[in-house]
């Protein structure tokens, strides 16, 4: 069965701090796709990226980074840096090719970023 | 502003009564999705339409529920009926043709309230 386990519900820290939000999943599929989104507080899930299980190669956009771990099937999302507009709900997401094209989400880590 | 779209954003009810709400998805996603969420919780898959038919339904997707996407365009969602139990935010999603599962845009949601 698909799952995926955001075991930090609420994280809280200062401007300019490094934070990482983890993700394990479970799947028994050997070809399926983990996401990241971001949901403001303005309600709109906003995506950050797919990855596919066959490309572990971490990926940097700007502040933001992936480390993509299959032995440990975990897909963490680390923050360099945060800014108070990074303080959101984000979701980690599964989606297996032999179980269709839906979105798993996990229940979410509420991110706070004071300055 | 090309993104989707969805109608009404708010929508208050009277336990029994049958809602429909509207999605239109960005024009050259010919996928889209319907998922539920609660508050503190991550969006919950309900049913997805490739064009016009409907290849996946959840179980939770009750026989109050019904799901048309009548031309492979706009969809509509109706709950016939509604308990309390039915308040959510209910989200809609597009994405882009294709084998690979591609990520998904979602719309700004339709909150449900039922009294």
């Known amino acids: 069965a698909q799952k995926v386990t955001q075991a930090q519900t609420e994280i809280s820290v200062v401007e300019k701090e490094d934070v990482t939000l983890d993700c394990v999943y479970e799947t028994r599929d050997t070809t399926y796709y983990l996401f990241w989104y971001k949901q403001p507080p303005s309600g709109e899930l906003v995506f950050l990226i797919r990855r596919n299980s066959f490309d572990e190669q971490n990926e940097i956009s700007g502040r933001y980074s992936w480390n993509f771990q299959k032995s440990t099937s975990s897909f963490n999302f680390t923050i360099t840096a945060s800014q108070v507009v990074d303080s959101a709900v984000y979701f980690c997401a599964l989606s297996e090719i032999q179980a269709g094209t839906a979105l798993i989400f996990g229940k979410g880590t509420t991110l706070s970023v004071s300055s | 502003d090309t993104g989707v779209s969805q109608d009404p954003r708010h929508k208050i009810t009277k336990r029994g009564q049958n809602v429909t709400f509207r999605c239109d998805p960005i024009?050259?996603?010919?996928?889209l999705y319907w998922y539920r969420q609660t508050l503190g919780q991550g969006p919950e898959f309900l049913t997805y339409?490739?064009?016009?038919?409907?290849?996946?339904k959840s179980r939770l997707l009750s026989d109050r529920f019904s799901a048309e996407r009548p031309k492979g365009s706009f969809s509509t969602l109706e709950i016939q009926r509604t308990e309390q139990g039915d308040s959510a935010m209910y989200l809609c999603?597009?994405?882009?043709?294709?084998?690979?599962?591609?990520?998904?845009?979602f719309g700004p949601g339709t909150r449900l309230t039922v009294l």
């Open positions: 999603a597009s994405s882009l043709p294709g084998l690979a599962i591609n990520e998904q845009f």
């Open positions: 024009s050259e996603h010919n996928r």
């Open positions: 339409f490739q064009n016009e038919a409907q290849l996946e």
